[in-house]
């Protein structure tokens, strides 16, 4: 099996290489900060830690960093294996075609990991990983993702959610949105159109109960954060054969986010459509 291993930076490592400063520089800042020095070096320890375990254990796979992931091909790969967490995978996950995708939370006791179905406690959970995979001890499920139109282009996939609004959230965001036929005018603080992906994430915290329903379930649903004028359509959900239509009436810096990865412009006299797209196949450890 030809496997590509994509690995996130721990956040020592990554704020050293993008602040430009030394570890005692780095953990100096992190005491005037009064941030938590011992679980930031504790997580930086555990995730090296099973970064090299893969290598070791996978060592004819190729590695990659998380920030380089967009220069490789990876539908070229039998199976993309991510290290890092929820946000990780849906970085790499707008890469992706058709090739699977398997989420490794590589410290489960730091991150929650509702998308990483793979947790990596100690090194025996690797050389498990790897049997399972040898021996073909695992399923493939295909998780709903949203696709969407901003006037007439098509952006990148949602695996999570798209949100729409303005971009600093001080700012009122304005639509028209389109519900099966009913124009509806919103007044809000931007609007979260989600998948059952992303049914744990921003849209769970958004004060809505929609609850939580399986990435493989092929609806999704929107939900007006903050609204201004109750109009009754706060929050609502779509099948697989209908779509979403907003046109923007934001005055200032309206936006359309991808995964809180991306970013399409969204302005006044924008339109956008969103629906069901092709789905993410994810592979799932058998056990």
């Not at 990483?116 to 295909?142: C, H, M, P, S």
């Not at 304005?174 to 049914?199: D, F, N, W």
């Not at 359309?256 to 006299?269: L, T």
Request: aromatic share 10%; proline share 2%.
């Amino acid at each position: 099996m030809n496997i590509l291993i994509v690995s996130k930076y721990s956040k020592l490592e990554w704020e050293e290489k993008t602040l430009g400063l030394t570890r005692d520089e780095l953990i100096k800042k992190y005491s005037k900060e009064k941030a938590n020095l011992n679980a930031i070096l504790k997580s930086h320890e555990k995730q090296l830690a099973v970064r090299n375990t893969f290598k070791s254990v996978f060592n004819n796979a190729s590695f990659v960093m998380l920030e380089d992931a967009n220069k490789q091909v990876l539908d070229l790969y039998d199976l993309v294996i991510v290290c890092g967490g929820d946000n990780a995978l849906t970085k790499v996950s707008h890469y992706l075609h058709s090739t699977p995708l398997l989420g490794i939370n590589s410290d489960p006791e730091r991150s929650s990991g509702c998308l990483t179905r793979y947790k990596i406690k100690d090194d025996q959970d690797v050389y498990d990983l790897a049997e399972k995979l040898d021996f073909g001890e695992f399923n493939i499920e295909q998780w709903t993702r949203l696709e969407a139109m901003v006037d007439g282009k098509v952006i990148t996939s949602a695996t999570s959610e798209y949100f729409f609004g303005e971009r600093l959230r001080k700012d009122m965001s304005r639509h028209i949105l389109v519900y099966r036929g009913q124009e509806i005018e919103q007044k809000c603080s931007g609007l979260i159109v989600a998948t059952g992906a992303g049914s744990t994430g921003w849209l769970r915290s958004s004060g809505h109960n929609m609850g939580i329903w399986k990435p493989t379930e092929k609806w999704f649903g929107f939900v007006a954060t903050e609204p201004y004028n109750k109009t009754g359509f706060e929050y609502r959900e779509l099948n697989e054969d209908e779509e979403l239509k907003l046109y923007s009436l934001n005055d200032n810096d309206g936006m359309c986010s991808v995964d809180s990865w991306e970013e399409v412009p969204f302005s006044r006299g924008s339109e956008a459509r969103i629906y069901l797209g092709e789905p993410l196949q994810v592979l799932v450890p058998n056990g």
